[in-house]
């Protein structure tokens, strides 16, 4: 069972990413998924989150209108898509599921990867 993510660096204020998460291990397609972030110093956060099936979404209030989160069931992906990216956008972005592996309830984190919104 494994989170992947991929997309993070260096970007501008203003600018815009996609973060990419890969999931392998489990039958992706019926499983929720998250995106959290850590910024330098400070708790992790939920950003976003996506029903199995993709169509229900929530988004925390910081990042609502700017970013987008879908999943490819086929692909086994899920995706954020990050606009007009501020300074306080600066963190570590992590993939996260909630499975159930057998008769296992198993929480699900990705290695994270890193977003600096710097001039």
């Known amino acids: 069972v494994r989170l992947v993510e991929s997309g993070g660096g260096l970007v501008q204020p203003g600018e815009s990413l996609r973060l990419s998460c890969t999931a392998s291990?489990?039958?992706?397609?019926?499983?929720?998924m998250r995106w959290y972030r850590q910024p330098p110093g400070k708790e992790r956060e939920l950003v976003a989150g996506?029903?199995?099936?993709?169509?229900?979404?929530n988004y925390a209030d910081s990042v609502k209108a700017r970013f987008t989160i879908s999943r490819d069931n086929a692909k086994n992906m899920v995706y954020l898509q990050m606009n007009s990216l501020k300074p306080e956008d600066t963190a570590v972005y992590y993939c996260?599921?909630?499975?159930?592996?057998?008769?296992?309830?198993?929480?699900?984190w990705g290695q994270g990867t890193l977003l600096t919104v710097s001039s």
């Open positions: 996260n599921s909630k499975v159930q592996v057998g008769p296992t309830p198993l929480e699900v």
């Open positions: 291990g489990f039958s992706f397609r019926r499983y929720d």
């Open positions: 996506i029903s199995a099936g993709g169509g229900t979404t």
